[in-house]
């Protein structure tokens, strides 16, 4: 073999090494817009929350307190560039959040606070 060929084969292992390792890491806690799709439900020290992302972009939100009170809104959200977007349309605010899910987990992080859902 000449070194050419050595080096390129080299090369070749190196790329495809690096590639494995890429997928391997990015397959751990990979976040589309589909595995968002679902039922998330946070305890609270006073309640519960259930958030329930749908797919057609619905953002359906009951939160119910153990002193008996509860509320319902809907809102809409979306899915981009790894991060989940909530649009509360009745208040004219968006919030942005990255997003993790790791064994049934949703781990939403907007900077100044983090939200942990369990999927339902």
């Given at each position: 073999m000449t070194k050419n060929v050595v080096t390129r084969v080299a090369s070749i292992i190196v790329a495809a090494l690096l590639t494995l390792s890429l997928a391997a890491c990015g397959g751990r806690n990979t976040v589309t817009k589909e595995?968002?799709?679902g039922t998330w439900e946070q305890t609270m020290s006073d309640g519960t929350a259930t958030v329930q992302l749908t797919s057609d972009g619905r953002y359906?939100?009951?939160i119910r307190m153990y002193d008996g009170t509860s509320t319902h809104n809907e809102h809409t959200w979306d899915f981009s560039d790894?991060?989940?977007t909530v649009h509360y349309t009745n208040m004219g605010v968006d919030s942005t959040y990255s997003v993790e899910i790791k064994d049934g987990q949703m781990k939403l992080d907007n900077g100044s606070s983090t939200i942990?859902?369990?999927?339902?």
């Open positions: 595995n968002l799709v359906i939100s009951d790894g991060k989940l942990i859902y369990t999927r339902k």
